[in-house]
T-cell receptor, first 117, second 112 residues
């Protein structure tokens, strides 16, 4: 079991470019969560998705950010027209059931570190 | 909204010492609580998950307790080793919420 796979591990973008971050959940997990960790801050929830559905996007900025989890393929977090303040580590987690009602809890990926120059 | 506080923010101990990390949360309506460690520049590794009906959970040298009514959890690390150096995060899994709430963690350094 390869666990939660995120790529790329590091991403450098110039201001105004688009960033696409990918997350493949653990096998058998159909619930995906994205978190952002700004430098010297705790992880903050962004969005929760199930296959083909956004369930909760209450933590995601209203502009420039979008997420999807298609029927086939990984979940994608897209940031358009990146700015320096978007520089952060973006983590994806997956679970087999919503709200981790099972014993295994959330499993996190290793993250994508976005640097905007 | 759930608020999570972890004390101390940083801790430095000599190798071999037993230590306790504290976590408090404001909303006691939780399903479970999960403890993670995060190594510098790395992702989160799950350490222990305590169900809301449990009072403690053990894995090797780690023991986590949960007092749901008072909104507290502690992580006890026995016989600390330099490899334990990392940031430790607790995250309550809240009833009715879709996400984990994190504090800023406790940064532990174990000195050889």
């Amino acid at each position: 079991n390869a666990g939660v796979m995120q790529n790329p591990r590091h991403l450098v973008r110039r201001r105004g470019q688009e960033a696409r971050l990918r997350c493949s959940p653990m096998k058998g997990h159909s619930h995906v969560y994205w978190y952002r960790q700004l430098p010297e801050e705790g992880l903050k929830f962004m969005v929760y998705l199930q296959k083909e559905n956004i369930i909760d996007e209450s933590g995601m900025p209203k502009e420039r950010f979008s997420a999807e989890f298609p029927k086939e393929g990984p979940s994608i977090l897209r940031i358009q027209q990146v700015v320096r303040g978007d520089s952060a580590a973006y983590f994806c987690a997956s679970s087999a059931k919503p709200r981790t009602a099972d014993l295994r809890g959330y499993t996190f990926g290793s993250g994508t570190r976005l640097t905007v120059v | 909204k759930q608020e999570v506080t972890q004390i101390p923010a940083a801790l430095s101990v000599p190798e071999g010492e037993n230590l306790v990390l504290n976590c408090s949360f404001t909303d006691s309506a939780i399903y479970n609580l999960q403890w993670f460690r995060q190594d510098p520049g790395k992702g989160l590794t799950s350490l222990l998950l305590i169900q809301s009906s449990q009072r403690e959970q053990t894995s090797g040298r780690l023991n986590a307790s949960l007092d749901k009514s008072s909104g507290r959890s502690t992580l006890y690390i026995a016989a600390s080793q330099p490899g334990d150096s990392a940031t430790y995060l607790c995250a309550p899994i809240q009833t009715g919420a879709n996400n984990l709430f994190f504090g800023t963690g406790t940064r532990l350094t174990v000195i050889p």
